[in-house]
Nanobody, 124 residues
């Protein structure tokens, strides 16, 4: 059964860095685009970043541009989100997701598989 498992979340001070990882199993996701979303308490789940199946295209939400970097390792079936210069408003549960068109999307409804999420907390 296809599964996405996130790791790497935690508590960090403002200005710090974290690297989230998403391990895919149960099938190959090499032809899928991969994305990261986040959900803060009381808010809708929102798009953060996405990468196309070949990795040639990346997309970022405006507030994370220049601070976050999405990447993927096809050989390891892994996707990463490097988060630098973290701010308290980045605090949320972060979710990894897979999208079958392979092109990448900013819309939640386009994603077919979701992980359980990992908590990121940024203290001021």
């Amino acid at each position: 059964q296809a599964q996405l498992v996130e790791s790497g979340g935690g508590l960090v001070q403002a200005g710090g860095s974290l690297r989230l990882a998403c391990a895919a199993s149960g099938r190959t996701f090499s032809d899928y685009a991969m994305g990261w979303f986040r959900q803060a308490p009381g808010k809708e789940r929102e798009f953060v970043a996405a990468i196309s199946w070949r990795g040639g295209r990346t997309y970022y939400e405006d507030s994370v541009k220049g601070r976050f970097t999405i990447s993927r390792d096809h050989a390891k079936n892994m996707v990463y989100l490097q988060m630098n210069s973290l701010k308290p408003e980045d605090t949320a549960v972060y979710y990894c997701a897979a999208e079958s068109s392979g092109l990448g999307s900013t819309r939640r409804e386009d994603y077919d598989y979701w992980g359980q999420g990992t908590q990121v907390t940024v203290s001021s």
